[in-house]
């Protein structure tokens, strides 16, 4: 027997139950918990070789441990950008056939990250494992938390950066050519839109969530958990030139709007803040409407995204 | 090149800079940081099929998946134990090949261990990885943390429950035969001492750590950290009835003062609270003294303990 990745975490959430303190538990980019008088925002994620990262790609990017030490970091902060926390501690875990050379190049990737963001890493483990994984748990304050469950008919739906990058990167890595550098860079070390969703925050918006797993996906969970349709224009969508380079027109289009791991942040927010939030640099992609789903140029789309269970 | 894992994480204590709001980080049991008024200890642990466990026990322990998820817990409730904090809140990563029936076994012990400790699970990471690996991170609070390196010369030195049995049971897993079930209880379903923590600090008692890699390898850590010798009478280390049956009197004397994973508390305290310490369940061993190392019926030992990494 065999689940699918999203029904076995709703099984989860029913097993888990929700205590006392838990505003947020499992189900939105990160939970949000009350210690004492303190609101925290609380992420995990992991890397592992071969599901996540190749270990050959060393040869195409010297620099690859650096880059997933600051990828570790850079994943979980994007899940504390979109809750609109700020991120403070966080713990590593890594399981590794042996303390190597390569080990000491993703702390010190991860540790260049955490000065930029001003985290401190205060604990781990290490562990033996025949292949090797990575796990991070950041831990965050939050004044009003954003969730991707508020979203309102009525309002715009704007997305940071460009959307698909992260495809062309990891293309390029398993085709084993770099010929968008741009592109690699945008996969293995992510810009988490930290200063934008503290800033989205600030504006009063409730709603957020980042591209984790396709931007359509990521719509879809947005739309599903807020009971509303969410309507793009495809030709609004933000697509990088080495995308399109890369991919021609086609081929970036679809990696905009199926490829998993830009981490860019989706937000739904009333229209008369439209000028303040195109200046933290988000596009104004759609709008929110009654109804349920996602509706593309005006058709419906079915969600799909990156499961990596999936066949 | 490879690393010896003490080493390994002196190096990245030094990598890795404690910035602010940390007041203990990496090398005690649990982090230690300040999130605006409100003090919080964290801690995470790994398990590692292959390292920490083989799928081949669930012939002799039916149940071997959901007292792994109960472990999970436990050994970072440990950890918060010795550190005197009450445990709040964790996210889980688990990386397996499929999301198995066995995965839902797992999910069903650290729910059953979380409701026992009063603890919400909030969050987690599900992804795909050939070997098992599950993590997980908790975080608690914490009003006067105890620490390993508060030892003072003139205390006495205890120790909760009983020590080596989970040495015992494992070694009854990897022979492949069941003589002493209550020992393999005792190494896949450990106590966490949490009441006992929380009783400790409240009495004021300023160091403990817990038995995870061996009863000489985690005193010498509280000696070396806190500067002093200690000196323990091994004819007052607790031994339990199972641990002699099974590897009679002299392997049980090796087994507690080697075998790691016991997951008891060590404690150093004024002598005037000896009888209230005791009444918590500890047995006293010995004193701290001026000067520095271990010493076992007067003569000095080197520390040894459990380390995955080591040949």
Known sequence: MSFKEFEFIELLSKLLPKGRGVEVGVGDDAAVVKAGKTRLAVSTDALVEGTHFLKEWKRLVPELYRL???KLLSVSASDLASTGA????ATVTVGAPELSEELIELYVGL???AQ?????????DTVKSGQLFLELTLIGKVERPMLRSKAKPGQLVAVSGTLGDAYGGLKQLLNGE???PKLIERFLNPTARVKEGLSLAKLGVECATDVSDGFLFNLKTVADSSKVAIKVEEELIPVSESLVNLLGREGARRAALFGGEDYELI??????LKEKVESLGFTVVGTVEEGKGVFLNGKEVKGEGFDHFKE
């Open 267 to 272: 937000t739904t927010f009333e229209p008369e």
């Open 116 to 124: 930029e963001l001003k985290t401190s890493v205060v604990g781990g």
């Open 111 to 113: 540790s260049e990250r």
């Open 68 to 70: 997933l030490g600051r």
């Open 86 to 89: 700020k991120p403070l501690f």
């Open 178 to 180: 770099v010929r968008e």
